[in-house]
T-cell receptor, first 111, second 114 residues
C-alpha cells in the first residue's frame, strides 16, 4: 500500500460546472476525512466517514457539496455549481486511530 | 469545541539556530495534540503527537514538543534547524474521547536562512 491517493492532482473548471474528486485511503484504515485548505490557512474540516457511514458534516459543507464512501473503500467529493470561492486545496486523510495519513490533495481552481 | 492558536504566522531563522513554534489550544475536555508539517505542494505529514504520559514528546527530524496543561500550550522546538526544515507547520487538537476529527491551527511558516 503506497498511502492515500487523490485524483486528480489539479482541476481547473468554469464557474457553474460540477466537479468530482476521488480519494483512495490506506486499505486497512476505517476512517476517512475530507478537509479544505485555502492559501495561508490551516486545513478546515469538511466531513468524515467511518467505514461507509458519514458521521459528521461541517457547516462549511453547503448543499452544493456531497461526499460518499460506498462500501467503505474509496470516497468521492462532488461540488455542484462551482463558485470562485470553492477554489482551494481539497485534502483527504485516512486513519485507524489517532494518526492521520494525508494524500497530496486536489487543487481546484474555479475561473 | 476545540480551537488552536498559532501566534506566529511566519518565523525566519538562520541555519543551525534553535527555533520554537508556539501553539496554544482551547478545549473544555481532555485533548490529544499533534504537530504536522507540510512541504510545498505536498500533503501533511505527522511530526509528533501527545496522547498521554510524558509531557515531552519527541518526533521525527529532531523535533520535540512539550505539553503544558496549565498553560494550554504545546510548543514545538528544534535545537538546530536545517535548510530542509523550511515548511509550513500546523498544530492540531482532537478530543481525547473520540477519534472523530482533528482541528488544525492556521499554521506557522518556518523559513530557514542560509
Amino acid at each position: 500500500d503506497t498511502g492515500v491517493s487523490q485524483d486528480p492532482r489539479h482541476k481547473i473548471t468554469k464557474r457553474g460546472q460540477n466537479v468530482t474528486f476521488r480519494c483512495d485511503p490506506i486499505s486497512e484504515h476505517n476512517r476517512l476525512y475530507w478537509y479544505r485548505q485555502t492559501l495561508g490557512q490551516g486545513p478546515e474540516f469538511l466531513t468524515y466517514f467511518q467505514n461507509e457511514a458519514q458521521l459528521e458534516k461541517s457547516r462549511l459543507l453547503s448543499d452544493r457539496f456531497s461526499a460518499e464512501r460506498p462500501k467503505g473503500s474509496f470516497s468521492t467529493l462532488e461540488i455542484q455549481r462551482t463558485e470562485q470561492g470553492d477554489s482551494a486545496m481539497y485534502l483527504c486523510a485516512s486513519s485507524l486511530g489517532t494518526e492521520y495519513t494525508f494524500g497530496s490533495g486536489t487543487r481546484l481552481t474555479v475561473v | 469545541a476545540q480551537s488552536v492558536t498559532q501566534l506566529d504566522s511566519q518565523v525566519p531563522v538562520f541555519e543551525e539556530a534553535p527555533v520554537e513554534l508556539r501553539c496554544n489550544y482551547s478545549s473544555s475536555v481532555s485533548v490529544y495534540l499533534f504537530w504536522y508539517v507540510q512541504y510545498p505542494n505536498q500533503g501533511l505529514q505527522l511530526l509528533l503527537k501527545y496522547l498521554s504520559g510524558s509531557t515531552l514528546v519527541k518526533g521525527i527530524n529532531g523535533f520535540e514538543a512539550e505539553f503544558n496543561k496549565s498553560q494550554t500550550s504545546f510548543h514545538l522546538r528544534k535545537p538546530s534547524v536545517h535548510i530542509s526544515d523550511t515548511a509550513e507547520y500546523f498544530c492540531a487538537v482532537s478530543e481525547e474521547t473520540s477519534y472523530d476529527k482533528v482541528i488544525f491551527g492556521p499554521g506557522t511558516s518556518l523559513s530557514v536562512i542560509p
